[in-house]
């Protein structure tokens, strides 16, 4: 059943933000945001949202999907070019700035927008309703958390078959099965292009399967999750065929407790730079720092990346309702690399970790 007072709650932010932005109307092109503040999750359809009112512009592929998914809110089915519904959904409003969302709109939209409209002036305004889905209602949360063991489901059953199920399969093949188990239970889609990262491979924090054959002995990244009800996970574990390599013991535990000390520092209040600092701190301390270049972690929701960042310097403060993930990582070059990653909720009094997965290392040998 949808429930038309979470939209009225959000539609009533995002007008806050206009009237701070001092526009009369606010044009919404990207497709996370027109899903957050009306439910509708086609494509190719913008939202316009008034001071008192509020227009889906779509097209006739999409009539009767809005009909159903948002009965709240208006649609106006466009016969023509975008531009000219927007001018004609402005027609008689006496709207004289308009703003539209400047992270998603392309240079030759605007100008074709601004051509269309004439004496209506654009006036770009980025991040604003992207800030308002950093804080996740009740709904949200219990998405998460049904990506969260959608995602663990799936690479359970990826696992439950031993070494025997990686070695002399390829990279690709084990993501490709992971992303199928994902769907079978009950994903829509990968958050991601799941990573498999085999040996020294795994050195490589964000690379893209290959050919390359699993063989005993592998230390294998995976990096993956899963899309339920529109909400993404984001999870990564090590696993070790057969054996942990040389070397391997010893990293995974120092990321294996840096995560726990980022986690430990995640609660209301508390500055994105100073979780990373507390992480940091302790691969740092080991002799590893220059090997965790990136940030701790990330904002998750309705994007698998998005605010707040957990990076070094990050001034931001974490609040109630945010979803990060904490995932420190070390990478050798030519040896190889290990990322713990799990996804946590900020609680009114600290942390919750959505995941369970466990982040043993005798867990994650493949016999």
């Known amino acids: 059943m949808i429930n038309r007072k979470i939209y009225t709650r959000r539609l009533s932010a995002v007008r806050r933000l206009m009237k701070r932005g001092r526009v009369g109307a606010m044009l919404l092109t990207s497709p996370h945001n027109v899903r957050y503040c009306s439910g509708f999750t086609g494509e190719d359809s913008f939202l316009l949202v008034g001071r008192r009112w509020v227009r889906l512009l779509t097209d006739g592929r999409f009539a009767e999907q809005a009909r159903i998914e948002c009965p709240h809110v208006k649609a106006i089915v466009r016969a023509g070019r975008m531009v000219d519904t927007v001018r004609d959904a402005l027609a008689g409003r006496k709207v004289r700035f308009l703003g539209i969302e400047g992270d998603s709109m392309t240079v030759a939209l605007r100008a074709r927008l601004e051509k269309a409209l004439g004496g209506v002036r654009i006036k770009p305004l980025s991040g604003e309703v992207e800030s308002l889905r950093q804080v996740k209602d009740a709904g ?66 964000h690379y893209r399967p290959g050919g390359t054959k699993i063989r005993r002995g592998d230390a294998v990244l995976i990096d993956f999750g899963a899309v339920v009800d529109g909400y993404c996970s984001d999870l990564t574990r090590v696993v070790f065929v057969g054996t942990i390599p040389p070397k391997f013991a010893r990293i995974y535990e120092i990321v294996r407790l840096g995560q726990a000390a980022g986690i430990k520092a995640v609660r209301p209040g508390a500055t994105c730079g100073s979780v990373d600092a507390a992480a940091r701190a302790v691969i740092s301390d080991a002799g590893y720092g220059e090997a965790f270049a990136h940030g701790l972690g990330h904002g998750l929701g309705l994007e698998v990346h998005e605010g707040p960042s957990l990076g070094r310097a990050v001034k931001q403060r974490l609040r109630a309702g945010m979803v990060v993930t904490v995932e420190p990582g070390i990478y050798l070059p030519g040896v190889g690399g290990v990322r713990i990653e799990d996804d946590v909720a900020v609680t009114g009094d600290g942390a919750e970790k959505l995941s369970t997965l466990s982040r043993r290392i005798e867990d994650m040998v493949l016999r």
């Not at 998405?143 to 059953?157: C, S």
């Not at 199920?165 to 690709?172: C, D, K, V, Y």
């Not at 099965?177 to 040996?199: C, D, H, K, N, P």
């Open 140 to 205: 949200e949360l219990a998405a998460i958390r049904r990506a969260v063991r959608t995602a663990e489901k799936a690479f359970r059953a990826l696992v439950a078959g031993g070494a025997r199920n990686f070695i002399g399969r390829s990279e690709r093949r084990i993501a490709a099965e992971l992303e199928y188990q994902m769907r079978l239970a009950g994903a829509s889609a990968a958050s991601f292009e799941t990573i498999v990262a085999a040996g020294a491979h795994s050195a490589l924090p």
